[in-house]
């Protein structure tokens, strides 16, 4: 498992931390000595030890990986911007149609090759027929003063281009030293993470009521959860139903109403008595 440089640092000094202070604190070591006993507590210091060893070589490894890439970068820049130049006056002073033949000897009379081996290819053919042939003139073919192509120049160039195949090579055996080593790097750092994980289990379980003790380990106390009681809801009140009525009450009631004279006053008002004279 890949990670960051700063998180396997984080896991490396933790650890260390943690397995060395529970084999130098008697009062520890002595109640997790049933499962991780003096001989296991080695092994994990070992490990941890381990993973330091092959942190700083992944660290070494490709450190000397960045640098072949700047190296062999500077070299081929530099071999483009010759080959380029050259090039150029060559094509400007063999341009007629008559050195066609030449051009194609000199490997001019196609496009540059975008690869790192394709460009040497082109310019180890260029160079080396370049020797055999008079190029003196093309230094005024040129922009660029001092660039006479002699057989001498092309002799020193072929030699900076065996450099440059060296250099690609260098790079090449660097990544490959600097993958084997991260490789090795993430698998005894992914078997220190597991055998840590179950370290401050087994320690959170074994120190639970003893947060002390897992300071000194380096091991973080898991919160405590706090169970919040809810308040019990209070049930919707009831509206009472309707009282049903049924239809031979409804109708009984129609007829009872029928039944009784409109206006009718069943108290009717007194009446004044006729005063005697």
């Not at 997790?32 to 092994?43: F, T, V």
């Not at 380029?84 to 194609?104: I, M, N, Q």
Request: glycine share 6%.
């Amino acid at each position: 498992m890949r990670t960051s440089p700063k998180l396997i640092l984080r896991l490396i000094e933790g650890s260390g931390i943690g397995f060395n202070n529970a084999k130098n604190k008697p009062e520890i070591k002595e109640k997790i000595s049933q499962y991780y006993n003096e001989a296991l507590l080695d092994e994990l210091i070992n490990l941890n030890q381990g993973a330091v060893k092959q942190f700083l070589e992944y660290e070494r490894l490709y450190g000397e990986q960045l640098e072949a890439s700047v190296n062999l970068k500077k070299s081929y820049e530099k071999e483009k911007h010759h080959y380029w130049v050259f090039r150029g006056g060559a094509k400007r002073k063999y341009s007629g149609e008559e050195f066609k033949g030449l051009r194609s000897r000199l490997g001019i009379d196609v496009p540059v090759r975008k690869t790192l081996e394709g460009f040497i290819e082109q310019a180890v053919q260029f160079y080396e027929c370049s020797s055999t042939i008079d190029l003196k003139e093309m230094d005024r073919l040129t922009p660029f003063i001092g660039y006479t192509l002699t057989s001498e120049k092309a002799t020193e160039r072929l030699k900076e281009i065996a450099l440059l195949k060296v250099l690609n090579e260098v790079q090449e055996k660097a990544i490959g030293d600097a993958r084997v080593g991260r490789n090795a790097r993430d698998e005894i750092c992914d078997k220190l993470r597991k055998a840590w994980q179950n370290f401050k289990d087994y320690c959170r379980n074994e120190f639970r009521d003893n947060e002390e003790y897992l300071k000194i380990l380096n091991i973080k106390p898991l919160k405590k959860r706090v169970v919040k009681q809810e308040e019990p809801s209070q049930p919707p009140a009831q509206e009472n139903p309707p009282v049903a009525t049924s239809d031979k009450k409804v109708n009984a009631d129609n007829q009872n109403d029928q039944a009784q004279p409109p206006n009718q006053n069943p108290n009717p008002a007194p009446t004044k008595e006729k005063q005697e004279s």
